[in-house]
């Protein structure tokens, strides 16, 4: 276990000793909004200014009440930039009702069943010897990769992410903003 992580459930634990709310570490803003750590994924994605057509996507794929859920998770979310960045049309096409599996499984490859802090990431990329692959919620495997502190994560067509916010502390689980749409490898 690393300092992080002893400094972690050492404040956790004294927080619910001593009755007051739990506050893990001072969460960054993000999409111009205060993300709380006693807040979910979706009580602090649906604040968030740059993160309005993940929540669109997540509300209309029927995630809702699984990113509500107690976790843990962690989630790569895109901006809405990386949306604008796909192929003209492949938002509106996605959110049609006929395809809600399709842009489900996206969604889902966005998720990693398991709380991971970036020093964990980094961690395990060291550990592996320079990059580490995880399987997420919707079946794909991501590549993991750290470089002077800075998190990549590279999808199966290739598409690479970086992280741009880390460590965004949530009550079941973590979010990482990424600047990119990550897909499986038979999606687009």
Not at 8 to 18: D, F, G, K, N, P
Not at 100 to 105: G, I, Q, R
Not at 132 to 147: E, I, P, Q, S
Request: with cysteine.
């Amino acid at each position: 276990m690393n300092f992080r992580a002893i400094t972690l459930a050492a404040m956790l634990t004294v927080s619910a000793i001593s009755g007051s709310a739990v506050y893990a570490q001072e969460n960054p803003e993000v999409g111009g909004a205060a993300m709380f750590a006693d807040k979910n994924i979706i009580e602090n994605a649906v604040n968030s200014a740059d993160h309005t057509t993940l929540v669109a996507a997540v509300k209309a794929a029927g995630l809702v009440e699984t990113l509500s859920g107690p976790g843990p998770f962690t989630v790569l979310a895109p901006v809405n930039a990386a949306f604008d960045a796909l192929p003209a049309g492949t938002v509106d096409a996605l959110l049609k009702p006929e395809n809600k599996e399709m842009l489900s499984t996206i969604l889902a490859c966005h998720v990693i069943p398991a709380k991971a802090l970036s020093t964990d990431i980094v961690g395990m990329v060291e550990a592996d010897g320079g990059e580490h692959v995880v399987d997420t919620v919707g079946g794909c495997k991501l590549t993991l990769k750290a470089v002077d502190g800075k998190v990549t994560v590279t999808d199966e067509n290739g598409t690479v992410a970086n992280v741009t916010i880390a460590d965004v502390i949530q009550s079941n689980g973590v979010i990482h903003v990424i600047d990119a749409v990550l897909t499986p490898k038979s999606a687009m």
